[in-house]
Structures are given as C-alpha cells and as structure tokens.
C-alpha cells in the first residue's frame, strides 16, 4: 500500500510558476514509476509529466520545456516545478505511482496504483 499527498497548489497569473509536491509513504519498491496528471470535470485525464525509478523522465509536449519533475528519494517527496504557466494549465493535478519496471516513463493513467487526491491550479490571463 503507498499513500500519496499532493501540495502547492493555488492561484497564479499567466506567466507565473508553482511548484507541486507529492509526498508518499508506505510500502517501498525497487522498480516503479510516477507521475502528474490533469483533469477537468467532463474531460479524459491527462498525463503531464512522468519518472521511472532510474530517473528517466517524459512530458506531455504541451508542457516540454516549461514542467520539470524530479523526486527527492531522501523525502519521499515527488514534485512539478511549473514555469510560464498558461490558463489552458488550470486543472486538478494529481499524482501517481505505478509498481514495476517500465518502457516509458509516462504511462496511460490506468497503468498506475495509487493515486493522490489532488490539488488545484488556477492560472488568471
């Protein structure tokens, strides 16, 4: 069992950054990979950054160059730091793990096995 809690969410202008915390407890594994999404009510989620357990990283190309994920194994703690957000970034964002070694380092959402809860970005023009 792993328990995910996401933080630094909030209410930036266009132009401004954040960044995203995911702190996880539980169980520890060897070979995983984790990631951030997105989804607004009525529409599909969708996967924004993604890490496996080599350090290997992905992103969505709507955000290539203005996200960066990493991770601090020494906190458990995974992040998203958000540079020259855009309205069209406002969403619910929510992390994830998934158990096991991987192909891509951002996978589909179904292919993950714990989730958090979310936590709220709200970028004004």
């Known amino acids: 069992q792993v328990e995910l809690v996401e933080s630094g969410g909030g209410s930036v202008q266009a132009g401004g950054s954040l960044k995203l915390s995911c702190a996880y407890s539980g169980n520890t594994y060897s070979t995983y990979y984790m990631g951030w999404f997105r989804q607004d009510p009525g529409k599909a989620r969708e996967g924004v950054a993604g890490?496996?357990?080599?350090?290997?990283?992905s992103y969505n190309d709507s955000v290539n160059g203005r996200f960066t994920i990493s991770q601090d194994n020494a906190k458990n703690t995974l992040y998203l730091q958000m540079n020259s957000l855009k309205p069209e970034d406002t969403s619910m964002y929510s992390c994830a793990v998934g158990l096991g070694a991987t192909t891509a380092p951002l996978r589909p959402w179904d292919e993950y096995n714990y989730w958090g809860q979310g936590t709220q970005v709200t970028v004004s023009s």
């Open positions: 890490i496996d357990s080599d350090g290997n990283t």
